[in-house]
């Protein structure tokens, strides 16, 4: 699975942004698709996960602010970040999990796309 992201960029505090993530070359269906984030100096983690049945999660620090989702046909996932933060600021990646016929557990990560929140 080969996964694209897109729309990062610069916003101010308050603002919004919109992320994208295109997947291609799967033999089958992605289970879950994710959006993690790494700011400087911090380690990786997990901002929201949907699965194929969109059941949702989301880290505490975003709840009520961003909202994730997924176009299972066109095998997109997206993230829409509202009230954004200067904390918010980190390179977020797309993420996404894909179980096989034969139970093979195949993850695949896209190259980040730069969030910046600043004044």
Avoid at 87 to 114: F, K, M, P
Wanted: proline share 3%.
């Amino acid at each position: 699975v080969q996964l694209q992201a897109s729309g990062g960029g610069l916003a101010r505090p308050g603002g919004s942004l919109r992320l994208s993530c295109a997947a291609s070359g799967s033999r089958f269906s992605i289970n879950s698709m994710a959006w993690y984030r790494q700011a400087p100096g911090k380690e990786r983690e997990l901002v929201a996960r949907i699965s194929s049945d969109y059941r949702i999660e989301y880290a505490d620090s975003v709840k009520g602010r961003f909202t994730i989702s997924r176009d299972n046909a066109l095998n997109m996932a997206y993230l829409q970040m509202d009230s954004l933060k200067p904390e918010d600021t980190a390179v977020y990646y797309c993420n996404s999990i894909t179980i096989t016929t034969l139970g093979e557990r195949l993850v695949a990560w896209g190259r980040g796309t730069q969030v910046t929140v600043s004044s």
